[in-house]
């Protein structure tokens, strides 16, 4: 397996554009979560999947965030319109669940919005 | 509740010296405490993990401590060297709870040559 695949990896925007990234988790894990990291905050979960359905999504910061799990091996984050704050890097991990498992995140996606 | 408080928020050590990173949780139901490594453009991946029901689990140079009772349990480095120097987060999942892994916000060590 290739692992948890990220795109793009960098994506540079103007303000009040719609940004997409996008994830391919690990297949056969039940879970996916997207999380943001940034110096001052640190690791920010925005919203976790099980199953393909949003379990919890209190960590999405604002209604100009939305994410969707259309099926076992997709899923994105999209922002709409996009501000500078949103600047930071973007992570996706794949779950399995159950005791002792391991979460693996993707490379990334480095979001600037100028 | 769900939450993990991991301190310090950065860590400069000298290269040999030993890093300690702390975290602490409150939910009793956790019953497994990872910690994770990252290092710069990547994403984090597990370093070591424990179970609550050992008090300390080792592995090369790094070793957890956990402390059941107060709920706390830390990571320490021996022997820092400067290729330790990454973001480490320390999280915490338990079993038939929505599969959900709860991370801290994280500590940039630095060691220093």
């Known amino acids: 397996d290739a692992g948890v695949i990220q795109s793009p990896r960098h994506e540079v925007t103007e303000m009040g554009q719609e940004v997409t990234l996008r994830c391919k988790p690990i297949s056969g894990h039940n879970s996916l979560f997207w999380y943001r990291q940034t110096m001052m905050r640190g690791l920010e979960l925005l919203i976790y999947?099980?199953?393909?359905?949003?379990?919890?999504d209190s960590g999405m910061p604002e209604d100009r965030f939305s994410a969707k799990m259309p099926n076992a091996s997709f899923s994105t984050l999209k922002i709409q319109p996009s501000e500078p704050r949103d600047s930071a890097v973007y992570f996706c991990?794949?779950?399995?669940?159950?005791?002792?498992?391991?979460?693996?995140f993707g490379q990334g996606t480095r979001l600037t919005v100028v | 509740q769900q939450q993990v408080k991991q301190s310090p928020q950065s860590l400069i050590v000298q290269k040999g010296g030993i890093s300690i990173i702390n975290c602490a949780y409150e939910?009793?139901?956790?019953?497994?405490f990872p910690w994770y490594q990252q290092f710069p453009g990547k994403g984090p991946a597990l370093l070591i993990a424990?179970?609550?029901?050992?008090s300390e689990k080792k592995e090369g140079r790094f070793t957890i401590s956990f402390n059941k009772s107060a709920k706390q349990f830390s990571l320490h480095i021996m022997d820092s060297q400067p290729g330790d120097s990454a973001t480490y987060f320390c999280?915490?999942?338990?079993?038939?709870?929505?599969?959900?892994?709860?991370f801290g916000k994280g500590t940039r060590l630095h060691i220093l040559p």
């Open positions: 999280a915490a999942s338990a079993m038939n709870r929505d599969d959900k892994i709860i």
């Open positions: 991990a794949s779950y399995p669940g159950g005791r002792g498992a391991e979460a693996f």
């Open positions: 999947f099980n199953n393909n359905v949003p379990i919890d």
């Open positions: 939910n009793t139901a956790f019953d497994y």
């Open positions: 424990i179970r609550p029901d050992v």
